[in-house]
């Protein structure tokens, strides 16, 4: 029992980790990111712009799209979509690694809040 006890922490971090890992999401087309923000698409558009290199942003029927990395190979593509509250941010990965990973997510986090 006590074995038990002292591998519950382990299970519960593992639990919380990626099981797929970033290929299975690249395969996928799944999001690595989908969250609700109260600001609107073109503050957190201007946010991530002024955060992250290599930006590049277009917009079509109300939605905003970015790229981020190269245009012809690009790390991540984030979709703002506006909602009654604000907006619904949707991130995919691409096939680049630039910006890394961490960077995306934290100038996300600083940007959508």
Avoid: H, Q, W
């Avoid at 395969?27 to 073109?42: I, K, L």
């Avoid at 995306?104 to 600083?110: E, G, H, P, T, Y």
Wanted: a positive charge; aromatic letters at 4%; charged letters at 20%.
């Amino acid at each position: 029992m006590k074995r038990l006890v002292l591998l519950a922490p382990i299970a519960i971090l593992a639990a919380c980790g990626s099981s797929r890992g970033p290929d299975a999401a690249k395969a996928s087309g799944e999001p690595m990111v989908y969250v609700a923000s109260a600001r609107p698409a073109s503050d957190i558009a201007r946010c991530l712009d002024s955060r992250l290199s290599r930006v590049s942003i277009s917009r079509n029927n109300g939605v905003t799209d970015l790229t981020i990395g190269s245009s012809s190979n690009g790390s991540y593509f984030i979709t703002l979509t506006p909602s009654n509250s604000g907006s619904v941010i949707k991130v995919t990965r691409g096939t680049g690694e630039d910006p890394p990973e961490e960077e995306l997510r934290f100038a996300i986090a600083r940007c959508t809040t």
